[in-house]
């Protein structure tokens, strides 16, 4: 074929990811997981002062990811703990996810144009903005590349069935769900009418190595971490959340980075009977490529396996942390779209007319992709964007108030922060985000609030102690306010100062206590500090929209 245009082909492609993604490099990290796992990961901000055995079994990230860790690390020094760094390499491993969808497109149906829009429209749906504009979304980028590239190896002329190993072997170690590649590239393979012998041993080889790494990645998440998977799983729960990720996948319309979905709600919920459908048909499709004529189409039947090994482990069948994501689906839509190459080919190959219907559907369905991912990625240019629509989609709920005040609070727009906590209490009490809450009213300037509420906290939270050593510290560092509740404020200042503190810190507290006077003996019982009392825990309920008008 004309050289040319391939190249063209391939420009077209990179243009199009460019015009649509470019934008995400300005965005920034965010308080979902990106502070937990990068900023505040010594693996990754001080790699060079940790213990090899760390560095390798990563304990602190909960799962054994250490080529993700390695690669965060490398991105946090060379881009100085700047998020651009993080979003760059996330579009170039993207564009080469595309790549490689478009070279295994490419030989499965051997049509030049059949295998740039199904490239295109992979690389452009909604669906993998998520783990391009998140800077925690890196590990699922590796991973499916890594996988691709094994793919791309099998199916090479002069196949590299070691080095397929090798990669899956680097997928796993990138993100444990990727521990079932190697046994969706065996059931292709045993699918299959030809079953390359040499084969065989690297793909087992690589089964036993990245099923042993998904077991310690369990282990370290449920023993060392002490979280274990709190949402339970089952086969009616990974029906509605099948659903869910299908109606994603159809109709992306309206994604968020958090679904709050009812999991016990069954039949009830329409979603499940979507993933009861789709489930059939899955089931239908598997039994026609192994007893049809699809078993002379190994390479694509190979595909559809590894499609299905990406999504088993965050299907649901077995409990997994979290429950709907975009995420989940990138590997399995390149795998998807794959599988269906060669029919789509041999349509193509009918007339004429049939090819190019073909081919404009397919790149009309990218425009409506890119369009609606372009807005997508403008939602992780900020929190108030990234969460503003999903606390208008659930005006009743208070976790996407919650999540919005954690965002802005870490942006460091505390005045807002604080009147998101304010919006969340208004929905639904819960005493273990007083901490939090006492935080941004204090750095938002809401004193009289910030003690009340530090004060509710000591009273009703999880950790009297804590919240006194918060009511010291503002009592510390503003010696100018005068108490609302002296009482309170003394017997912090007299019992909860920490020793860890810097004993200049300790000097003024001691000062301030002689400022204020004597200390309490105790504190008043729960009677005379009845729940709510604080003025910042009766906010009126306002709509997001309503909300966002009064800023």
Not at 89 to 110: D, F, Y
Not at 131 to 153: E, I, Q, R, Y
Not at 476 to 495: E, F, N, V
Not at 529 to 546: D, E, V, Y
């Amino acid at each position: 074929m004309n050289r040319a245009f391939v190249a063209l082909s391939l420009g077209c492609l990179v243009a199009a990811v460019v015009l649509t993604l470019a934008p995400a490099l300005a965005g920034p990290f965010h308080a979902y997981d990106d502070a937990t796992y990068i900023l505040a990961n010594r693996l990754v901000t001080a790699p060079g002062e940790q213990p090899l055995l760390d560095m390798l079994l990563t304990p602190t990230v909960g799962y054994v990811v250490p080529v993700t860790v390695a690669m965060q690390a490398l991105l946090y020094g060379a881009g100085g703990g700047e998020a651009m760094a993080f979003h760059a390499a996330a579009l170039l491993l993207h564009l080469s996810a595309a790549l490689l969808v478009w070279w295994l497109a490419r030989r499965l149906s051997a049509d030049m144009l059949v295998a740039t829009a199904l490239a295109a429209l992979f690389a452009l749906h909604p669906l993998v903005v998520e783990p391009v504009a998140w800077a925690t979304g890196l590990k699922d980028l590796l991973a499916s590349v890594c996988a691709l590239g094994a793919c791309a190896l099998l199916l090479r002329e002069r196949e590299r069935p070691w080095g397929a190993m090798a990669l899956c072997v680097l997928a796993v170690l990138s993100k444990p769900t990727a521990a079932l590649l190697p046994l969706g590239l065996l059931a292709g393979w045993w699918a299959a009418r030809e079953r390359p012998a040499r084969w065989l041993r690297p793909l087992v080889v690589a089964a036993v190595v990245t099923l042993g790494v998904g077991v310690l990645s369990k282990i370290s998440h449920d023993v060392v971490i002490a979280d274990p998977a709190r949402v339970p799983g089952g086969p009616l729960s990974a029906l509605l959340a099948l659903g869910y990720q299908a109606a994603h996948l159809v109709w992306p319309a309206a994604l968020h980075p958090q679904y709050f979905i009812d999991r016990a709600a069954g039949f009830s919920d329409a979603h499940a009977f979507i993933g009861l459908v789709v489930l059939a048909g899955i089931a239908v499709v598997v039994v026609w490529a192994v007893r049809g004529k699809r078993r002379e189409q190994p390479h694509a039947l190979m595909l559809g396996a590894l499609g299905l090994a990406a999504y088993l482990p965050v299907s649901h069948l077995l409990a997994f942390p979290r429950y709907v994501a975009d995420s989940y689906l990138y590997l399995p839509l390149a795998a998807l779209l794959l599988a269906l190459a060669p029919t789509l080919a041999r349509f193509a190959k009918r007339s004429a007319g049939a090819r190019a219907l073909l081919i404009a559907v397919l790149l009309l369905l990218c425009v409506p992709c890119a369009l609606r991912s372009r807005a997508q990625v403008a939602r992780w240019r900020s929190p108030l964007a990234l969460w503003g629509p999903l606390a208008a989609a659930h005006p009743t709920d208070a976790r996407p108030w919650l999540l919005l005040a954690q965002g802005l609070r870490f942006a460091g727009d505390a005045k807002r922060a604080a009147s998101a906590y304010g919006q969340a209490f208004a929905r639904q009490r819960r005493e273990g985000r007083l901490t939090n809450y006492a935080r941004a009213l204090f750095e938002a300037g809401r004193l009289d609030d910030a003690e009340c509420v530090i004060i509710e906290d000591a009273v009703y939270g999880k950790s009297q102690r804590r919240a006194l050593a918060n009511l010291a510290l503002l009592a510390i560092k503003h010696a100018r306010h005068t108490p609302r509740w002296p009482h309170y404020t003394r017997a912090a200042l007299a019992r909860a100062v920490p020793a860890r503190w810097p004993a200049a810190l300790r000097a003024a507290a001691a000062k301030r206590r002689a400022q204020l006077g004597a200390a309490a003996a105790a504190l008043p019982i729960r009677a005379t500090w009845p729940a709510g009392r604080c003025a910042a825990l009766r906010t009126a309920r306002l709509s997001f929209a309503r909300w966002q008008a009064s800023y």
